[in-house]
């Protein structure tokens, strides 16, 4: 287990939408920080919280997002993390220092939230891109907030978020998880899925909308990432904001989950990879 260190680990990859605040549905922003977007779920008047924290050394552009959804000085109830991908943790500890807040993953991060385990090396033998070959230059060290890290509730509720449920979605990591608010069809996918070919240097950077399925150099269980793109796709959502890409909505969406599940291994897994199993 070594130290995790954002300084180190900044990435200089900006796509063109970077920096800009999205209302995608009521109550729901998003902002696209350089390749991944984080989420404000405002959950009462004056309550909200945030789901993932984006790329290294993002934490200040977090912050004055929130300040502009909310008002000065404005502090979430809660951190929910997806997974604890570089991408989706860069700014957890410069968050905590200013928010000190409670963090919530599924029980099967844990290891890699308090300092016990590594996530497996990424895997650029895998087709698709330029952005997929240099992807062994990604950290896969996890990080350790033990002080802050509690295990999401293990009936699908969260009490900081009213009105919403998590669902366990692995396979681009153990305890992947996803957020579904039922009343009007709001998914937030993490990397269950993407809307951008996210092994592409060029699709990322231009953010060109296409159903695909998780980073290939960071999944590792493609039969799990299966079975969770067709639990995600039984849902019927109305509109998917993903941890990479432009949000997904109505027809669009639902029409290219039922082609994402049908051509799975056409369209999400790669030809080879040392994570792909001879039974897949």
Known sequence: MREYDSEQHY??????????IVNSAEGVDYINIQIVNVCFVKTAEDAWVLVDAGMPKSAQKIIEAAEELYGKGAKPV????THGHFDHVGAIHELLEVWNVPVYAHSMELPYLTGRKDYPEPDNTVDGGLLA??????????????????PLPRD???????GWQWIHTPGHTEGHISLYRKSDGVLIAGDAFCTVKQESLFKVMTQ?????????????????ARESVRKLSDLNPHIAITGHGIPMAEQTLQQSLITLVREFDDIAMPETG???????
């Open 133 to 150: 070959k240099f992807s062994n230059l990604f950290p896969n060290e996890g990080i350790n907030i033990s002080q802050h890290i509690k």
């Open 78 to 81: 809660a951190i929910i993390l």
């Open 208 to 224: 060109e909308q296409k159903i695909s399925g998780p980073p290939r150099y960071l999944t590792t269980d493609w039969q799990l």
């Open 11 to 20: 990435m200089p990859i900006t796509s063109t939408t970077s920096g800009m």
């Open 274 to 280: 040392r994570y792909i199993k001879d039974d897949e």
């Open 156 to 162: 699908g509720h969260i009490d900081e978020m009213p």
